[in-house]
């Protein structure tokens, strides 16, 4: 599977002209500032975004494209960012701007601003028009990365892509397609699909999942082995039943034996939890700052 193929297979849509922002409002607080964003990616109306960095920010530091989690809470989208959920043990874009890092979060199709269409009849449209709303969330997401990279503050040689859940598969994705990525982090969503097909799991997803043809060209493992060389954490919690130990295990050989053709082993990172479910764990959330530290150096 190439890069070009899994794009054709997401109907990833053609990158648009240079994204544009307009800061709708800038908040200072205790140790960072938060920017409200209104970003251009060439649709029918702007997107929400937040973004996060440190109060005292000077130069270009690393930065973090933070991919929003579901759990069907449709209201939450960006703002995870500074309220968080229940599956995370606290917001991630305080505590990234206290560790040196430009942040950025921006709502999915469906979800924050952006809830209309709501997610079925979106993603059945688009599939009756031979798109899909996994491409669409991507394609979002890699022109927020290019926004990124234009950022005086960011260091376009340093930006991670973090998640949890709908946002770990994003991330993983994005792994794939965006070869400037520079790490990527992803927590509560990494298993091989055609295990869950066989127990049913699957049902628990979301239709922005939905590729048609996907798992007879490839799967989750060889999707998340496209990011190497490049770092990637996993962190999984084995009574999750979206990430069961055996389907985490078939997924991980097949991202492990992509690592291992570049010599890349050690770049490759599995966290597992055996008695947690589809939550951060402060092991988890341990191993996400430590990882994303690295890059700083």
């Not at 039943?241 to 570049?262: C, D, G, K, S």
Request: net charge neutral; glycine share 8%; proline share 7%.
């Amino acid at each position: 599977m190439t890069r070009t193929e899994l794009a054709a297979l997401l109907a990833l849509p053609r990158r648009g002209p240079t994204p544009k922002a307009v800061r709708r409002e800038v908040e200072d607080r205790e140790g960072l500032s938060v920017e409200r964003l209104a970003l251009d990616f060439g649709g029918d109306r702007p997107v929400r975004g937040i973004l996060t960095r440190p109060l005292a920010s000077a130069g270009r530091r690393p930065a973090v494209l933070y991919c929003h989690a579901h759990g069907a809470a449709y209201d939450i989208g960006a703002s995870e960012l500074l309220d968080g959920r229940r599956s995370l043990l606290s917001p991630y874009g305080p505590i990234l701007a206290k560790h040196g890092f430009v942040t950025l979060c921006i709502d999915m199709p469906t979800f924050g601003e952006r809830q209309e269409p709501r997610e079925d009849p979106l993603a059945k449209a688009l599939l009756w028009h031979g798109r899909t709303l996994m491409g669409v969330m991507l394609g979002d997401l890699l022109a927020a990365f290019a926004y990124l990279m234009l950022r005086d503050d960011v260091d376009p040689m340093r930006i991670a892509a973090l998640g949890l859940s709908m946002g770990a598969t994003h991330a993983f994705f994005l792994g794939a397609l965006e070869p400037r990525m520079n790490r990527l982090a992803h927590l509560c969503c990494y298993a091989d699909w055609e295990f869950l097909v066989t127990t049913e799991a699957h049902d628990l997803h979301g239709h922005y999942m939905t590729i048609p043809g996907l798992l007879a060209k490839t799967s989750v493992g060889e999707i998340a082995g496209m990011a190497a060389p490049r770092p990637q954490l996993i962190c999984v919690g084995y009574r999750d039943p979206l990430t069961p130990r055996p389907a985490v295990e078939l997924a991980f050989r097949q991202t492990q034996q992509a690592y291992h053709v570049v010599n890349a082993d050690r770049m490759l990172t599995l966290v597992e939890e055996y008695d947690s479910g589809h939550v951060e764990t402060p092991k988890m959330r341990e191993a996400v700052l430590a990882f994303l530290e690295k890059m700083k150096h």
